[in-house]
Nanobody
Framework: QVQLVESGGGLVQPGGSLNLSCAAS???????VAWYRQAPGKQRESVAT???????TYRDSVKGRFTISRDSAKNTVFLQMNSLKPDDTAVYYC?????????WGQGTQVTVSS
């Protein structure tokens, strides 16, 4: 059983930055990893993904502002979020698909407000 623990959320003003972390209980944090988010009353949506060999994808609304990266030595995946907007307010979840199994973290709240 793999455990994922997110951290780094909080309250930030529009235009500000946050760096989310997802720490995994598996060495090297291999596999397909994604950050999802869910705002109140909305469906959960994919924000950014990183594949085993480093290929990344982003939803259009965050391209150029968010960056996903993996530090295998620290068993951690990051989501650097810049130029944050109120529409980015949501609970952010880390997701892992590995060896045919899927895992979710507990989520971390991001609130963008003045």
């Amino acid at each position: 059983q793999v455990q994922l623990v997110e951290s780094g959320g909080g309250l930030v003003q529009p235009g500000g930055s946050l760096n989310l972390s997802c720490a995994a209980s598996v060495s090297g944090f291999p596999g397909y990893v994604a950050w999802y988010r869910q705002a109140p009353g909305k469906q959960r949506e994919s924000v950014a993904t990183i594949h085993t060999y480093g290929y990344t994808t982003y939803r259009d609304s965050v391209k150029g502002r968010f960056t996903i990266s993996r530090d295998s030595a620290k068993n951690t995946v990051f989501l650097q979020m810049n130029s944050l907007k109120p529409d980015d307010t949501a609970v952010y979840y880390c997701f892992l698909r590995l060896d045919g199994l899927e895992y979710w973290g507990q989520g971390t709240q991001v609130t963008v407000s003045s």
